[in-house]
């Protein structure tokens, strides 16, 4: 939030989750770009063995599959996809043979939205490098689930038996599946696996890949019917011997939930139904070589549960701190919040927060059981729960919100943004207002283009590259919002006409049916009968294409209601088309939103300083 907009111009409206917009790793540079709708404060580590580049980013929903881009050369590929439901995770992976130095890493952000991870020059394992040592916890953090590749994709034909492939005792290893009350759990030993999961077409199986295990051999001599949550039968084949590869293929029915897996922190791997449904359930664990067993797995001792040390109640936030990596489920009870730390028990001497008159929760309960701590949270009056952000590996953090104010956020110890400075000078006029207006938002996205693009992931971060320019010239600048919410039309104008602006810019992307992928260009508009409003229109559409070969659809007049209804100087830049086979991919591109950026605040400064 800018500081001009904290006296007074707060909106009500708690914002819905954010989304990771772009990704892209640049290999001639090393170098991991990426961009976010709202301003996000990215968490890194370095993890070996082999080398990953782990960026974590809090707040951030991915809202599609995990993708995997795969390279050549000493970086090996790149995954994106949701660690857990408020965490996306990005993981560069190197060639096993490489390292990087952890003190050359550089993490510079030119807005809180624009990213970029600049990796060292890789060295062979062996040179001169001197690795620096990487905290346990470090070591600890699983690493994302990776997909499969084209060829594991496709649903191996029931009658085909799996490659003969010994196992080797001296390999990591699936040990043992058990199936309990919530799923599956897989019992591994050695190191950390890659695991994915994939669904066939026809929806009647589920295959569980896991990258560097070796199958226990009692596992792939039999067929099991396990009978529960809508299982018929579950098979365990050695895919692959060097790497080694291991596949747990689930005979399902079409209409059985998807599934998804979890790596544990203190071991094995959890596969999960995505969502609960009517099928049976075990009452107790259930090991497929061992039979029943009397307590679920990862908890069987002190030394494998997670003691929770801290839960403390402290301005709009509650933070849950433990010994060991977190990890856990949330969901609703009903009017109780329920936060469960996997395998977890309270450390001794801890009780829960006080609650009394203005606290945000008006009862917190712990609740132990199989599964492991619950943390019960009812929220008072007036108060809303926005949802769990993961701090650090051992701490997280439930975020409240109260009705008027907006959601509380958490400092993390990232570098500030560093903003860029423009390509060309820009003039400085003397002191004005400027209201900038990023169209649609929240429950109104605007325009849906081309894979999913929507406008206003495209004109939020151009806005608030242009609020950033501005003030850096010295000009006073109000947005009518800063974050993914939805306004009405009126308070636009509204704000305008009470801050008392010189200008009003209104910022938007253009959209024309998907079947006219052909039409593209920069569109800018003014109200019938201004002529200052014409001017300022020109002097942005000139400034626009001065800057950035794009089509020209020219400058028009239109009776757009915000810039028909205020009574200051005021245009509506459509940027391009999410339609658009030429505009689509740029709009999308972190790099052109801030060229279009500063074409725009050039064109108001302009304006402004009457050249």
């Known amino acids: 939030m800018l500081p001009s907009l904290l006296g007074g111009w707060l909106w009500t409206e708690i914002a819905q989750a954010a989304e990771l917009q772009f990704w892209r790793f640049e290999p001639a540079q090393n170098r991991l770009v990426f961009s976010t709708d709202v301003s996000v404060q990215p968490q890194v580590q370095l993890i070996p063995d082999p080398t990953r580049l782990v960026v974590d980013l809090p707040g951030i929903q991915l809202r599609q599959p995990t993708v995997r881009q795969s390279l050549s050369g000493t970086v090996r590929s790149v995954r994106v996809g949701q660690f857990d439901n408020f965490t996306t995770r990005i993981v560069v ?4 043979a490489y390292v990087v130095d952890p003190n050359q890493v550089k993490v510079e952000g030119t807005s809180g939205n624009n990213w970029s991870i600049a990796l060292p020059t890789p060295q062979r394992i062996g040179s001169t490098l001197t690795r620096s040592p990487v905290s346990p916890e470090a070591v600890q953090t699983p690493i994302l689930p990776s997909p499969p590749s084209p060829a594991q994709r496709a649903t191996p034909p029931r009658d ?16 043992d599946i058990s199936i ?55 098979k365990v084949r050695q895919s692959q011997n060097s ?55 990862a908890a069987t001792s002190l030394a494998q549960v997670t003691q ?53 929760l008006s009862a917190v309960q712990f609740r132990q059981d ?18 769990v952000q993961r701090r650090s590996s051992d701490s997280i953090i439930l975020r409240l919100a109260r009705a008027g104010s907006p959601a509380s956020t958490v400092q993390i110890p990232t570098p500030a943004p560093t ?7 820009l003039p400085r006029p003397g002191r004005k207002v400027v209201v900038i207006d990023p169209g649609h938002g929240g429950r109104d996205p605007g325009a849906i283009g081309i894979n999913g693009l929507r406008e206003t992931n495209v004109v939020l971060p151009i806005s608030l590259d242009v609020s950033r320019i501005l003030q850096q010239q010295g000009l006073t600048v109000y947005l009518t919002r800063t974050d993914e919410r939805e306004i009405d039309l009126e308070p636009r104008v509204s704000l305008a006409e009470r801050v008392r602006a010189d200008v009003f810019v209104s910022i938007h992307a253009n959209a024309i049916s998907m079947s006219r992928p052909d039409v593209n260009g920069l569109e800018t508009y003014y109200a019938p009968g201004s002529s200052a409003g014409a001017r300022l229109a020109q002097s942005i559409h000139n400034s626009v294409l001065g800057s ?13 209601y915000v810039i028909r209804r205020t009574s200051m100087p005021a245009a509506l830049v459509e940027t391009g088309f999410v339609t658009g086979a030429i505009d689509n991919p740029r709009l999308a591109d972190p790099a052109f939103r801030r060229q279009m950026a500063e074409a725009i605040a050039r064109g108001i400064l302009r304006y402004l300083s009457g050249s």
């Open 548 to 560: 950035i070969n794009m089509g020209d659809r020219g400058v028009r007049s239109a009776r757009f």
């Open 243 to 297: 790497p080694s590869q291991t596949e747990v293929v689930l005979d399902v029915s079409r209409s059985s939930p998807n599934w998804f897996a979890s790596v544990s922190r203190f071991g094995g791997v959890s596969v999960l139904p995505q969502v609960r449904d009517r099928a049976p359930r075990p009452t107790s664990t259930v090991s497929l070589l061992q039979g029943e067993t009397p307590q679920a797995p």
């Open 93 to 96: 992976e190197l060639d096993p």
């Open 160 to 175: 085909t038996a799996p490659p003969e492939i010994s196992a080797r005792p001296d390999q990591p290893g699936l040990e």
């Open 419 to 425: 903003p860029t400075a423009p390509t060309t000078p």
């Open 180 to 234: 309990t009350q919530d799923g599956l759990f897989f019992k591994t030993t050695g190191n950390t696996p890659e695991v994915s999961v994939q669904r066939s077409r026809n929806r009647r199986q589920v295959v569980v890949t896991l990258r560097g295990l070796t199958a226990n051999p009692e596992l792939t001599r039999r067929t099991f019917n396990p009978d529960y949550f809508g299982i018929q039968q579950l």
């Open 370 to 387: 199989q599964t492991g701590l619950s943390i019960l949270s009812t929220p008072a009056t007036g108060v809303r729960i926005v949802g």
């Open 308 to 360: 929770v040390r801290a839960v403390q109640l402290g301005g709009d936030q509650m933070l849950v701190q433990a010994d060991r990596p977190i990890s856990y489920l949330t969901a609703w009870e009903g009017s109780q919040y329920r936060l469960t730390i996997r395998a977890a028990q309270l450390a001794s001497g801890v009780q829960p927060p006080r609650v009394g008159l203005g606290s945000p």
